[in-house]
């Protein structure tokens, strides 16, 4: 009998995945269901960058780009990160991908060798820990709860390092906890870093234009940081084009033709038109980007306001993404009827099958004791839902 490979059975579905997939079977049953479980904004993307998409498409731009991507979007890319974050790259330092996601992996299976360690701050995006196990890395957990605004700290970094790590994976708004980093926290991160050559750096900044406390800060800002960092950013949250599937990594050179081996082997280059498109996001009207956040700062008031109706959550007021990310340890080990509710799994399905609201359970960012709430919704779904949600957790002794 064939059976699938033993890197298949070590690879973890992502919990989010697996939560809307279940919203949606019960939508199918005709069932009335709110998910507040998927990371996409729910906006449509502005039509600027459509019109320029089929601009592209009758300009020729429909054959294989090569696999670092299309030049002008790269020099795009160089010259927003120039012009927004301070930091100089040329093209030939920038690989563009199938969505972050992508551009993460190609990292990881470029610099990871079997047996080193990765550092992950938890809470952490449910996909790093798989990629550094399909690596032959071995992940290195430092936690940091709601007590610490879900940040950990340069003592807790400098803590963690070995002779044998290799790597540390941070986001930065983060997904799932919304938590920000600021420009002294991530120069106390990078002091600690000086003192360690051998670590490099992914930081996961896909979340850049939904910040709610002032100007994106990246850690290759900082002395020495730039060319021992991989800076992962796309359009699909800050531009609303989770569907185009573009991502990009910038780094330096020697990472960047290692991951362009690593994706010329998977997929080649990634989607030309998307990319022709991504030009338009980059240098056009950045308008609809800001009247999108906004819109998802007025939605993270208004669900704050209402989940400090639950007794018993406990809650940071996240900086930005569109996550709140609740403690909810208060209600775990009791009970609702003859359902023992005793982990954070058991409380989202729950809450999925009494209240029909879909969230996820924190154990697949790293944090049993949270569920992570979506606000990426209109303000009538979200009061809905939590309605619902205030329902539910009454019943719960």
């Not at 809470?123 to 430092?142: C, D, E, L, Q, R």
């Not at 599937?245 to 997929?267: D, H, N």
């Not at 800001?290 to 209402?306: D, P, T, V």
């Amino acid at each position: 009998m064939f059976s699938a490979s033993q890197r298949i059975s070590e690879i973890i579905e992502s919990e989010t995945l697996a939560m809307t997939k279940r919203a949606r079977e019960l939508k199918e049953q005709g069932k009335d269901i709110i998910s507040l479980s998927i990371g996409e904004p729910d906006f449509n993307t502005p039509d600027h960058i459509c019109a320029a998409a089929t601009e592209a498409m009758k300009a020729g731009y429909t054959h294989y780009p090569p696999v670092t991507g299309l030049m002008p979007f790269r020099e795009a890319i160089c010259r927003k990160l120039k012009n927004e974050n301070g930091l100089d790259y040329k093209p030939g330092e920038i690989i563009v991908s199938n969505g972050a996601k992508h551009s993460i992996i190609n990292a990881v299976l470029s610099i990871i060798n079997p047996g080193d360690e990765v550092i992950i701050p938890a809470p952490f995006w449910v996909s790093y820990p798989s990629m550094v196990t399909y690596a032959g890395g071995k992940s290195i957990f430092i936690k940091a709860g709601v007590e610490q605004q879900f940040k950990f700290t340069a003592e807790q970094l400098e803590n963690a390092i070995t002779a044998r790590t290799k790597l540390l994976i941070f986001s930065s708004p983060c997904n799932p906890s919304g938590a920000v980093f600021s420009h002294d926290e991530l120069k106390a991160i990078a002091e600690v870093l000086q003192k360690h050559p051998h670590v490099f750096v992914i930081s996961d900044e896909i979340y850049e234009k939904i910040n709610y406390c002032g100007p994106h800060v990246s850690i290759a800002t900082f002395p020495g940081m730039k060319d021992r960092t991989a800076v992962v950013n796309g359009l699909a949250k800050g531009y609303a084009m989770t569907g185009w599937r573009i991502g990009y990594l910038a780094g330096p050179t020697w990472l960047v033709s290692a991951c362009e081996k690593m994706q010329g082997l998977f997929t080649s280059g990634a989607n030309s038109i998307s990319q022709m498109a991504g030009v338009a996001a980059l240098e056009g009207d950045q308008q609809p980007v800001e009247e999108m956040r906004k819109a998802f700062l007025g939605r993270r008031n208004r669900i704050l306001e209402l989940l400090k109706q639950i007794p018993g959550l406990k809650f940071d007021i996240p900086d930005g993404a569109f996550y709140v990310f609740p403690d909810v340890s208060n209600y775990l080990g009791k009970s609702a009827g003859s359902e023992n509710i005793d982990s954070a799994e058991k409380l989202c399905f729950y809450l999925l099958n009494e209240a029909g609201v879909a969230c996820v359970s924190g154990t697949a960012f790293g944090m049993p004791e949270c569920i992570r709430i979506s606000y990426a919704t209109d303000i009538a779904t979200i009061e809905k839902a939590v309605d619902r949600l205030k329902d539910a957790f009454s019943k719960i002794n």
